[in-house]
């Protein structure tokens, strides 16, 4: 599963970009999983994390994303030497009998409590995807009520960045 | 100074050099044609019949200039209309500029009388498109869009501009376009391994496209292919970029390509391909095409390089560079027991011809007959089906930009605007179009235009009554079952161009094809020639969809 590759594209803050970038997406058939998009910190840009799933689709996606104008740099973020990182909210079933197990997994995870209901708890949550992929399969248990999460942010490590010539 | 956003649109044409523009009025145009009325000195409107026609003319006039087309159609439905166009040109890689107006800013969104998202509706068929919804950003929008159209791999840029914006006015300031440089994404070091793997080669064949001709390089391509002593097989798309009279050359690849492309693919050490793209017309079964050979691959769009077929090597940049390049890195080859083996093979290949039925005439006559009639300059259109690959595979073009035909969409209908666009941009030349009934029906309205402007188009409408290329598809895979494709139609299209004012002919068999096509050669007239063929004709060979040229199907009941 780690295997999947995360993909930077540097795209050009117009009406649209993100349209051009899914229906490509559909229309290439690329199998991706997780779409993000936020600014860029730099003026006039804006960022979007793709992960794709599918090892041989990543030369081409490359390329095709590069056809497309407002995307100005689209690059796989090297596995080793990069950071990945989503944020979940999590509503999750709980009784009395529950309730302390469920706080005691969710502290593991240091997944803060941001609500309680009357028979709920609300968790958020960040993490790699997999660290979040396993807190979801342990709270499953107890029965989870509804789930949030924001889609992969990832930044390559060190100096370099996702703009540089 | 200070113009309205039409007059700059017509000022922003000027600049790019732009002196004709095919289209169509409507009601979110009616700005953009009265600037169109007050520049008519400096620019020429060919109004089609129908916007479909007017998008086909600006390809067909694009294709044989190398310049962008422009096509001009109202919003709605003169905008969806244009789709199929701005689509033929895309999988073509043709460049156009394509301006629709829309309804007016405050009526967008709203389902307004004749709005459609044509932006929306392109985005998949366009290198890219605009809307414009504020007349300040107008002049460099179109200056972009020209740019974008023009440079890397050429294509469509649609432009949508609403109604208010081309009333608007503007200071508008002339800027000189900038000059189309693609930039040379390869290194010193990839031309070197490419010569390496070509000087290892002990048979060698090259594959070109429609990427030789968009790039203006048949004569780089010419010394290059001379310099190493390369058979040469070309993609649909790109015949007339290598004159087919050359000792080299050994016509079409793929489906219906001939007997000795086949068995060169598959018996060559090595595929250069150049401005072409594996489509699987040529490379029916992926895995196994040129299953023996090195490939390399020069082309200018990164994207094509390991889409369809895995290549050893690649050269991305402008062909008429790389190919030089590439050249300047080899010495002079010689092949001689290849290029023996591959001309033998050629023998096998040529076609019998053995007309169906002495009741009609036959196509590759037919074809032969216009040859000898027209000249290397000559252009020649098709529409899509049996007639197109016919033609492909008999007339023996010469010189670039003298071939227009739908290769990548296969548009039945494209021809007749094709043939529009190609004539208005060569006055001085003579258009043939080939076509068959089932296109011709589709757009045989442009008529009216090829009237109009009194163009010298010489249709030749191989007319078998039904739809050829399906029903040959029928007749091999699916047990002789015609659905659909015999329409029972019983259209005189002599009497149909008598209709539109155009002189109507007619040949019923083999005996009467050079005699009416000389009558037909005679003037610069427009003319409409119904050649009955055989319902029975078939494309041969064939090499059957997903196959290789060992299942290559030579002859048919």
């Known amino acids: 599963m780690e295997s999947k590759h995360i993909i930077g594209l540097l795209v050009h803050n117009h009406p649209g970009v993100l349209l051009r970038v899914t229906s490509l997406i559909t229309r290439r058939g690329f199998n991706i999983d997780s779409l993000t998009v936020s600014p860029a910190g730099i003026e006039g840009y804006s960022r979007m994390t793709i992960r794709i799933n599918d090892d041989s689709q990543v030369e081409q996606f490359i390329n095709q994303m590069m056809k497309i104008v407002d995307v100005k740099k689209a690059e796989v973020l090297p596995e080793t030497a990069s950071v990945a990182s989503e944020l979940m909210l999590v509503k999750v079933r709980t009784d009395h009998a529950s309730r302390n197990d469920i706080i005691d997994v969710t502290s593991a995870y240091h997944a803060s409590l941001v609500n309680i209901g009357e028979n709920s708890l609300t968790f958020r949550a960040s993490g790699t995807p997999s660290q979040l992929d396993i807190l979801v399969r342990e709270l499953s248990v107890y029965g989870i009520l509804e789930l949030a999460r924001t889609g992969i942010a990832a930044l390559e490590t060190g100096d370099k960045c996702l703009a540089d010539e | ?557």
């Open chain 2, 1 to 557: 100074m200070l113009l309205n956003g039409s007059e700059i649109i017509a000022e922003c044409l000027l600049e790019q050099g732009v002196d004709t523009v095919f289209g169509y009025p409507g009601g979110a145009v009616l700005n953009i044609y009265d600037a169109l009325y007050k520049y008519s000195d400096r620019i020429t409107h060919i109004l089609s019949a129908h916007e479909q026609g007017a998008a086909h003319a600006a390809d067909g006039y694009a294709r044989t200039t190398g310049k962008c087309g422009v096509v001009i159609a109202t919003s709605g439905p003169g905008a969806t209309n244009l789709v199929t166009g701005i689509a033929t040109a895309f999988m073509d890689s043709i460049p156009l500029v394509a301006i629709t107006g829309n309804v007016t800013n405050d009526l967008l969104a709203r389902d307004s009388f004749q709005e459609v998202d044509i932006c929306g509706i392109t985005l998949p068929v366009t290198k890219h498109n605009f809307i414009v919804k504020d007349v300040k950003d107008l002049a460099n929008v179109i200056r972009k869009a020209f740019k974008i159209a023009m440079s890397g791999r050429k294509g469509p840029v649609l432009i949508d501009i609403p109604k208010d914006v081309t009333g608007a006015k503007f200071e508008y300031e002339p800027v000189k376009p900038e000059t189309v440089e693609n930039e040379l994404l390869s290194q010193e070091a990839d031309f070197i391994m490419a010569a390496d793997i070509i000087k290892r080669a002990k048979k060698p064949m090259i594959y070109m496209g429609g990427g030789v001709v968009s790039a203006d390089a048949e004569k780089e391509l010419l010394a290059f292919a001379e310099k190493i002593d390369c058979p040469v097989a070309t993609s649909v798309m790109g015949l007339g970029g290598f004159p087919s009279s050359h000792r080299l050359f050994m016509g079409t690849i793929g489906m219906h390509g001939g007997y000795e492309t086949g068995k060169a693919t598959d018996n060559c050490d090595l595929i250069i391909t150049a401005g072409a793209r594996f489509s699987d017309r040529v490379a029916g079964d992926r895995e196994k095409f040129g299953k023996d050979a090195a490939i390399i691959q020069l082309d200018i769009d990164k994207a094509e390089i390991n889409k369809n077929v895995r290549i050893d090597c690649c050269i991305l940049g402008d062909l008429k560079d790389t190919l030089k390049k590439l050249s300047d890195n080899l010495e002079e080859m010689k092949h001689p027991e290849w290029v023996a083996q591959v001309e033998e093979w050629g023998k096998n290949s040529e076609v019998t011809e053995t007309p169906e039925s002495d009741c009609y005439a036959h196509p590759y006559h037919i074809i032969e007959e216009v040859r000898k009639l027209t000249n290397d300059e000559d252009i020649i259109v098709t529409d899509v089906g049996q007639h197109q690959m016919w033609v492909s595979q008999k007339y023996r073009f010469e010189k670039p930009r003298t071939w227009c035909t739908s290769g990548g969409l296969g548009t039945m209908g494209y021809g007749l605007g094709a043939a529009v666009g190609s004539a208005v941009a060569h006055p001085e030349r003579r258009v043939v179009l080939f076509t068959g009934d089932g296109s011709f029906h589709m757009n045989l309205n442009e008529l009216a235009t090829v009237r109009s402007y009194n163009l010298p188009i010489v249709v030749v409408v191989m007319n078998n009554t039904v739809l050829g290329m399906v029903r040959q598809w029928q007749k091999l895979f699916y047990g002789r079952r015609f659905s659909q494709t015999d329409p029972h139609r019983k259209t005189d299209f002599a009497a149909v161009a008598e209709a539109f004012g155009i002189k109507g002919m007619v040949i019923h068999n083999d005996d009467e094809v050079s005699e009416v096509l000389a009558k037909a050669f005679e003037g610069t007239e427009p003319v409409v020639i119904d050649c009955k063929i055989s319902p029975d004709e078939n494309v041969l060979p064939m090499i059957p969809p997903g196959k290789t040229v060992d299942e290559m199907i030579t002859e048919m009941e």
